[in-house]
């Protein structure tokens, strides 16, 4: 009876000493993806860089900028991996402000480099950022430039939003 008393000891030692002990788990870091595309949006283009596929989405927002009001439209580009909705980059498309353009986006792939471009048309400066994207061993896009270009918010049609004309000029305090 000692006997196995003593074997039933040993046997319940071992295991409580076993599972008292730290199990190493590997882990993976991955970059956060900027938001899930919604499930209504429209594939319109597949673009390959570097051997990695993305799907190109075109997307409604239902949620608008401040300034804009329900008669006005936001739509943007999502760039997602092939056959996921997790998205890796965005830029919106087109966005109205009482029904008049404010932003223009427009992307474009040279080489194994992504250029994204968007023209702002506001009623203070008007300018168009350009960002340049390549994709990393696993895929994610990262930056690898940006810059913003002014535009002559004069020239374009009355279909955009003109700057205005300040009446004294900012000496900025």
């Known amino acids: 009876m000692k006997s196995i008393f003593l074997v039933f000891a040993l ?3 071992t295991f409580s000493g076993h599972s008292q002990q730290k199990k190493i788990r590997k882990t993976v870091q991955v970059p ?5 595309t919604a499930k209504e949006s429209q594939r319109i283009a597949k673009i390959k860089l570097k051997g990695h596929v993305y799907d ?14 329900p008669n006005d439209v936001l739509i943007e580009y999502d ?3 092939g056959n996921t909705k997790s998205t890796v980059a965005n830029i919106q ?19 194994d480099t992504l250029i994204l471009t968007v023209n702002y048309y506001d009623p203070y400066h008007g300018g168009a950022l350009i960002e340049s994207y390549v994709p ?35 000496l900025g305090h």
């Open 11 to 13: 046997i319940l030692g």
């Open 32 to 36: 956060v993806s900027y938001s899930n």
């Open 56 to 69: 190109v989405y075109q997307n409604k927002m239902n949620t608008l900028m401040s300034e804009q009001t």
């Open 79 to 81: 760039f997602t991996f």
């Open 93 to 111: 498309k087109y966005a109205t402000i009482k029904g008049k353009i404010a932003r223009e986006g427009f992307y474009k792939v040279k080489g």
């Open 136 to 170: 990393d061993k696993k895929g994610w896009l990262k930056e690898v430039k940006s810059e913003m270009k002014p535009i002559d918010t004069d020239t374009v049609s009355e279909k955009y939003i003109k700057t205005e004309m300040m009446a004294a000029p900012y």
